[in-house]
């Protein structure tokens, strides 16, 4: 079946490090991939996506390039800052339908 | 705009006790609903999914029930909790079915089961 692997945390880093969160998919068919976010204490925003090989999510610094032949959505930030301190959940709708398969999140920390 | 609210935003509930938690969507018709549940430590779960009113899909089979009475209603029930119930569960809702589209998530409601 479909599902989403992403590395596990914590990650702690330092402000103004650079950030690497990678995450694998496997899918029967063309998935959309997706990034979301979660605050302390709050529901999951969406970070970015892209529903396409070779697309590029990005927000607020953040990018993730869908890799086909690597079935992968790695999420990378050139600086991150204290405020991005959260879990980020990669995820997968499987291609067919709006069920979103999510990792089981990665923990970020960031020290000032 | 639309929006999503999910209630109560915490519970402790002894073992064996009922469940309900409530979740609307406003400012859009026909979404697709759905509860996620998200363990201590793990990530997050599918439990139920809703395509229209009285139309529910389970994911895992478990002690727990999800109706949806109104189109914008989706609502999570249990008739007598277990300890494993525990955990933080969030409502979320898509305009319509199809690839890519964004699922909007409520706020999440943490569950203590005691």
């Known amino acids: 079946g479909d599902s989403v692997t992403q590395m596990e945390g914590p990650v702690t880093l330092s402000e103004e490090a650079f950030l690497t969160i990678n995450c694998t998919y496997t899918a029967t068919g063309y998935p959309s991939l997706f990034w979301y976010v979660q605050y302390p204490g709050e529901g999951l925003q969406l970070l970015l996506k892209a529903t396409k090989a070779d697309d590029k999510g990005s927000n607020k610094g953040f990018e993730a390039t869908y890799r086909k032949e690597t079935t992968s959505f790695h999420l990378e930030k050139g600086s991150v800052q204290v405020s991005d301190s959260a879990v980020y959940f990669c995820?997968?709708?499987?291609?067919?339908?709006?069920?979103?398969?999510f990792g089981t999140g990665t923990l970020l920390a960031v020290q000032p | 705009s639309q929006t999503i609210h999910q209630w109560p935003a915490t519970l402790v509930q002894p073992v064996g006790s009922p469940l309900s938690l409530e979740c609307t969507v406003e400012?859009?018709?026909?979404?697709?609903l759905y509860w996620y549940r998200q363990a201590a430590g793990r990530g997050l779960q599918l439990l139920f999914y809703?395509?229209?009113?009285?139309?529910i899909s389970s994911e895992v089979p478990q002690n727990l029930s999800a109706s949806r009475p109104q189109d914008r209603q989706f609502i999570l029930s249990s008739k007598k909790l277990l300890l494993s119930d525990s955990g933080f569960y969030l409502c979320a809702w898509t305009p319509f079915e199809g690839p890519g589209n964004t699922i909007y998530f409520g706020e999440g409601s943490w569950l203590t089961v005691v």
């Open positions: 400012g859009t018709s026909n979404p697709n």
């Open positions: 809703s395509v229209g009113i009285g139309q």
């Open positions: 995820a997968s709708d499987g291609g067919a339908t709006n069920k979103l398969i």
